[in-house]
């Protein structure tokens, strides 16, 4: 089961503002970037770089990931680890509203998600 509408223009909109005021300068923005993707019920913040070999490639290396569970009514958070896998983010491994998620990549207490 994915978002609603409402849902996920309220989403799309709340991480279209967390990723503008992070990107870098747009002079820059063709060696790094940020986006976002809505897959089902999770939300999905990447950079978008070009592979250091070869510039015509891009790759996107993933930050964080939030994922709602309806019956919990909750967000479980998660950061990619270096075996590129999805870990929760035991320092705080859900939250009940999606600003909250934003707000704890945006702080990386603890350099997970940005490094």
């Known amino acids: 089961m994915s978002f609603t509408q409402f849902e996920r223009k309220r989403i799309e909109a709340l991480t279209d503002e967390f990723i503008e ?15 976002f993707r809505l897959e089902k019920q999770s939300v999905i913040i990447f950079e978008i770089r070009p592979v250091w070999n070869d510039p015509s490639k891009v790759i996107e290396p993933m930050v964080a990931k939030a994922t709602y569970v309806k019956r919990q009514n ?5 950061w990619q680890r270096a075996d590129m896998k999805w870990h929760s983010y035991d320092p705080l491994p859900e939250v009940e509203h999606f600003e909250e998620f934003l707000e704890a990549v945006g702080a990386d207490d603890y350099c997970c998600f940005w490094g």
Do not use: M, N, Q, T
């Open 74 to 78: 909750a967000w479980k958070i998660y």
């Open 21 to 35: 005021s992070r990107r870098p300068p747009a002079e820059l923005r063709d060696k790094i970037d940020l986006g």
